[in-house]
């Protein structure tokens, strides 16, 4: 559409797509985990890595479809490296496996792309008894960037390439609860509403890659840690809307991004060498944009970090 394709700064639009803005990038030294990875902006993401050379671990709750997700990635792109590995972002337990298991595996790791996430769900609680959007989408990651976060310093001191850590977020971030984080009602059904516990996940994404950026910063670590919005996507995230379901069905594809756009700003900030060094932003449309002012609170991100430490320990 005419008003997706004005071009920001960095030469592409809400337009363009993930292979456009990596075009001619050599990343075959690279190794990545892309969460989420069996559908979406996810699979996309994965095809588009595996295209540019990059190892791709695909970290997929349904190891059947993450398996025919891969193949149908090698059927396009025949030289690609990728694996599929068993990954619950709901579950520690799952969590903590799947970082033990990679750590055994002796590979290295450059890019973590903390894509899954769920959206708008009835209100649950996770098997950890964590509200299942704040589970999934923050929780989940956060516990499993800490545990892959030495693998990715030695990497980054041994290849000399620096790390990315990636958080997908949302333009929703800017519509949770209105006190942001409700630290003391995460669990609360009362009051609970699908969208802001939706938006106050995506919040925690943002202030998540915010803080874990200053600390990497200030312990002289070669590793970014960047947050971004994909744009309106028509994917299965509506599913557990049936009206909104249907309406992204039938007008998705005129006034919503297509996946191939979906993924764009993920594969921008993983691979583009114009966000090197570049480190505690949030991008959309493949530029930095503007967060909410409760995602540029600092010391709500340091909060919200203690408060997940101790949901994981």
Not at 90 to 109: D, K
Not at 124 to 140: C, M, P, R
Not at 219 to 240: C, K, M, W, Y
Request: charged letters at 20%; hydrophobic letters at 40%.
């Amino acid at each position: 559409m005419w008003f997706l394709s004005k071009k920001g700064a960095s030469g592409f639009s809400a337009n363009s797509t993930a292979e456009e803005v990596t075009y001619g990038i050599d990343a075959s030294a690279l190794t990545a985990i892309v969460t989420g990875a069996s559908s979406g902006i996810g699979a996309e993401t994965a095809r588009v890595l595996a295209l540019r050379g990059v190892h791709v671990i695909m970290g997929v709750r349904n190891i059947s479809a993450g398996k025919q997700v891969k193949e149908a990635i090698i059927r396009d792109v025949p030289e690609a490296k990728i694996d599929a590995m068993e990954l619950d972002l709901s579950s520690l337990a799952s969590v903590r496996n799947f970082a033990s298991n990679y750590n055994s595996l002796g590979l290295p790791l450059n890019l973590l792309i903390n894509n899954a996430g769920i959206m708008a769900t009835p209100f649950t609680l996770s098997k950890d008894k964590i509200e299942l959007q704040f589970a999934t989408n923050h929780v989940g990651h956060f516990l499993l960037t800490n545990l892959l976060l030495e693998t990715m310093k030695r990497t980054a001191t041994h290849s000399r390439k620096e790390g990315r850590i990636v958080n997908v977020s949302s333009r929703r971030h800017k519509f949770s609860y209105h006190e942001g984080i409700r630290f003391d009602k995460i669990n609360d059904q009362l009051g609970y509403n699908g969208l802001s516990a939706y938006g106050q996940s995506k919040l925690a994404n943002v202030l998540h890659a915010n803080e874990l950026a200053r600390r990497l910063k200030e312990g002289g670590v070669e590793i970014t840690a960047n947050s971004l919005h994909p744009g309106a996507i028509a994917t299965d995230l509506f599913r557990q809307h049936s009206i909104i379901s249907g309406v992204v069905n039938i007008l998705g594809k005129h006034v919503m991004k297509n996946v191939q756009q979906g993924a764009a700003t993920t594969c921008y900030v993983a691979l583009h060498p114009d966000v090197k060094g570049v480190s505690g932003k949030y991008y959309s449309d493949c530029k930095i944009a503007e967060t909410s002012p409760q995602a540029k609170d600092a010391e709500l991100a340091k909060k919200l970090w203690d408060f997940t430490m101790r949901l994981v320990d």
